[in-house]
């Protein structure tokens, strides 16, 4: 049986011949499969659990030293665990589902959308060998799967039965739909820079020199749509406190707000890989520094950067997030599109 992802291949080919002297056949090829499924999900969990309890942590404390606070102090060395208490406190609460809302839908939403991000994780990949799902068209399912995004957001605020809860979904999703324009004339500029939709090939393409030196318009119009993708500050109306308290969570009890939180979590990291593997070459590096280290401090190095963004930068009206989006973003995406295409397409 051909497996594509090096990583679940060197685990069903171990798994297998553990197991041959006792299935054979179809039965083997499930059982070993399955099984090296399930260790890559672990270790995606892994990650996905790192990265979360990392940047929460983090981010709490470099926002508190930027507004002049101490942050998280008392549990743990420096706080650190901090966010292992609210965990606890989170998840030890009621789920408690309101009386007006959908209830089957409302239950599998949010899940469902947090589902999503990990089933794009693992078109991701984090080096040569670490990825669950190879394929050339790794870029495109990426992208396709992200544009469910605003659908799922809408249906968690509509399902809720609460109307504050549903317009802010809806002022969501226009924001969402809106910039995924710009992001999509970007990533259409890079698969022809690189002259693929693999991501692995995307990187490899970038082995003498960054897609961000080469497309620097580029670069700064997807990240400024990826804030806005991820609802980060200043594109945070989401959380407008004076308007929406919490946006489309607004009715989610605390079990489900911890999902909310790993969800936001993951984004960000969604985020970050795909800004290092599309413009800041990925993996490569130099070579005492291992790949996937050398890729996940370019993560971290991001991430701190949107964590910076969020301290110091106000909340933009709605009016003037549409307009910058439609009114500059497009026309320097394009511009970068055509940029690209004269200068580097023969």
Do not use: C
């Not at 009621?94 to 990990?118: K, Q, Y």
């Not at 693929?196 to 995307?202: C, E, K, N, R, V």
């Not at 996940?296 to 997030?321: G, N, P, Q, S, W």
């Amino acid at each position: 049986m051909e497996i594509s992802s090096p990583f679940i291949g060197t685990f069903f080919a171990a798994i297998s011949s553990l197991l041959s002297n006792y299935l054979n056949g179809t039965a083997l090829a499930a059982v070993s499969v399955l099984a090296a499924l399930v260790i890559f999900l672990i270790a995606l969990s892994i990650i996905i659990i790192a990265f979360s309890y990392l940047f929460s942590w983090l981010e709490r404390k470099v926002v508190a030293r930027a507004h002049g606070r101490h942050g998280p102090t008392y549990v743990g060395p420096f706080g650190f665990l901090q966010n292992l208490a609210d965990f606890v406190k989170l998840l030890s609460k009621e789920h408690i589902v309101p009386s007006s809302a959908e209830r089957p839908l409302f239950t599998v939403m949010l899940p469902l959308m947090f589902g999503l991000f990990v089933i794009i994780m693992a078109f991701i990949p984090f080096t040569n060998a670490f990825v669950g799902i190879n394929t050339s068209l790794a870029l495109l399912a990426v992208f396709v799967l992200l544009s469910f995004s605003p659908l799922l957001m809408f249906l968690i605020g509509w399902t809720s039965g609460n109307k504050f809860s549903s317009i802010s979904a809806q002022r969501s999703v226009i924001i969402l739909v809106s910039y995924e324009i710009p992001m999509f004339l970007v990533v259409l500029a890079v698969a022809m820079l690189a002259g693929s939709f693999s991501l692995g090939s995307i990187v490899g393409m970038q082995n003498t020199g960054w897609f961000a030196l080469s497309m620097p318009i580029g670069i700064v119009v997807f990240f400024i749509v990826l804030l806005a993708e991820l609802e980060r500050p200043p594109f945070d109306l989401r959380d407008a406190d004076s308007e929406l308290i919490a946006g489309w969570l607004v009715e989610v009890s605390a079990p489900y707000y911890l999902i909310s939180l790993m969800l936001d979590y993951t984004r960000v990291l969604v985020g970050s890989l795909l800004v290092s593997i599309l413009f800041l070459g990925g993996w490569l590096g130099p070579a005492p520094i291992p790949p996937f280290v050398w890729l996940m401090l370019k993560v971290a190095l991001l991430t701190i950067f949107i964590m910076v963004i969020r301290a110091t930068t106000v909340r933009m009206r709605m009016d003037r997030v549409l307009r910058l989006g439609w009114a500059y973003l497009m026309p320097l995406a394009v511009a970068n599109l055509l940029i690209t295409f004269m200068l580097f397409i023969r």
